[in-house]
């Protein structure tokens, strides 16, 4: 049933092509790192993506602050609505940076966690630290949208690619206990 809003958006065929492209392509590249050869790795390897995952979250942590500071000196948003976010919101571009950083206060939880029991259960090996950095550009390219551009189709492909991946990493440290 059609919600009867005007302003209702359904992605084009050429959008959900663009989305099945990049989210098959992000299967394949799971498949090809969940099939490397299984050898362990140090687990300070797997504290390499970790500390970029950390990383990315600061940098648009940073971004954040930055681009409300801004737009308070500049009078683009109101220091009244971030007291208690009711009225006056400022422009969506200005939020951007603070939605993309809640999303990576979300998800990505669970990235730490996976890698922290792997290190923990010495299940760090070679396709485990693939599929980290896998999950870590998958983000950063999924924060870089949403901040830059926000084209919604494109953003859920490499959030998809970035769920996918994750639960790959789960699935691969359960079947190894």
Same mark, same amino acid.
């Given at each position: 049933m ?5 302003d209702?958006?359904? !992605? ?10 990049v989210? #098959? $392509? ?7 790192a ?6 362990p ?10 500390t970029?995952?950390? #990383?990315?979250?600061?940098?648009v ?9 801004? $737009? ?13 976010y009711?009225d006056?919101?400022?422009d969506?571009w200005?939020?951007?940076? #603070?939605?993309?950083?809640? @999303?990576?206060?979300? #998800?990505?939880?669970l ?6 029991? $792997? ?13 980290a ?11 870089t949208?949403?901040?830059?551009? @926000?084209?919604? !189709? ?6 998809a ?5 994750l639960a ?10």
């Amino acid at each position: 049933m059609m919600s009867g809003r005007k302003d209702f958006e359904r !992605p084009s065929l050429r959008e959900y092509l663009a989305i099945a492209i990049v989210i #098959a $392509a992000g299967v394949v590249l799971v498949r090809w790192a969940s099939t490397l050869a299984p050898t362990p790795a140090e687990p300070r390897e797997i504290v390499v993506p970790m500390t970029a995952m950390f #990383a990315l979250t600061g940098a648009v942590w940073l971004l954040m602050v930055i681009s409300r500071n801004v $737009a308070v000196l500049l009078g683009a948003a109101s220091v009244k609505y971030f007291r208690d976010y009711g009225d006056g919101a400022p422009d969506e571009w200005i939020e951007r940076p #603070a939605r993309a950083f809640d @999303n990576l206060m979300q #998800a990505p939880t669970l990235f730490y966690v996976v890698a922290l029991l $792997a290190i923990a259960l010495h299940g760090v090996d070679a396709p485990q630290v693939s599929l980290a950095w896998i999950y870590v550009a998958s983000r950063a390219v999924h924060a870089t949208i949403y901040i830059v551009f @926000n084209y919604v !189709p494109l953003r859920f492909a490499f959030y998809a690619v970035s769920c996918i991946t994750l639960a790959v990493m789960w699935a691969r440290l359960a079947l190894s206990l």
